[in-house]
């Protein structure tokens, strides 16, 4: 249970970081 919950975690974590390098790109990209 606890390495399923560290799994669910990481994948969160990933998919978040990758919104925001997405938004921060977008952003960059509409700024220039």
Known sequence: MGV???YKYSINF???F???SITLINAFM???
């Open 14 to 16: 990933k998919l978040t």
């Open 4 to 6: 399923l919950f560290f």
């Open 18 to 20: 990758l919104t925001l």
């Open 30 to 32: 509409i700024l220039r």
